[in-house]
Each structure stands twice: as C-alpha cells, then as structure tokens.
Nanobody, 115 residues
C-alpha cells in the first residue's frame, strides 16, 4: 500500500497550490479519503474529507470556501485545491485512506506560505 503526496512548496500569501495523492495497493474507490495537516508544535488536524459512497465532503472551518477536495477514482488519486493561502496554512499536509477496517497515511508534503 502506498499513498504518495506531491504538489507542496513555497507560495506567497493569497496564492494557490494543488496537492495530489496517488494511491496504490488497495481498492481506492471504496475508501474515504482525507487531507490532514500538522504545523510545528501543533496536533495533526483534519483539513478536508470525501466519502467513497456518495462523494460527500467535509471541511475544517478554517479552510471552508478556500480549499476543495476532489478525487479521480480512475486515476486512484485525491486532490486538494488550495486557494487564497494564508501564512497559517503552513504545515505538512498528509493524505489518509480509511476503509475496510484499515487506515493508511502518506508521508506528507510541506506547504509553506510566506512572502
């Protein structure tokens, strides 16, 4: 099983980034997928999630209206479009898969929002 995040980097406040998480080794379409983040000295927190069954989504209040989670089951990939980025969005972003009694995490990708 692998979850490989990409797309992180350094961006100025107000900018955008699109994170990708490529999955392999499990039946991607049947798993709920989510993005989490962890800033230095803080607990890991849920950013956005998407269920497998109906594609319903859920967002942290801090990112509502700015971030969008989506998935492409044909490509076994989940995305996080991040717009209007703020310095407080700086963190390591992790992809997570949950389903069939199993939980998998990616290795994370760094997002830094700074001028």
């Amino acid at each position: 099983v692998q979850l490989v995040e990409s797309g992180g980097g350094l961006v100025q406040p107000g900018g955008s980034l699109r994170l990708s998480c490529a999955a392999s080794g499990f039946t991607f379409s049947t798993y709920a997928m989510s993005w989490h983040r962890q800033a230095p000295g803080k607990k890991r927190e849920l950013v956005a999630s998407m269920l497998s069954a109906d594609g319903s989504t859920n967002y942290a209040n801090s990112v509502k209206g700015r971030f969008t989670i989506s998935r492409d089951n044909a490509k076994n990939t989940v995305y996080l479009q991040m717009n209007s980025l703020k310095p407080e969005d700086t963190a390591v972003y992790y992809c997570r898969a949950l389903g069939a009694g199993r939980l998998y995490w990616g290795q994370g990708t760094q997002v830094t929002v700074s001028s």
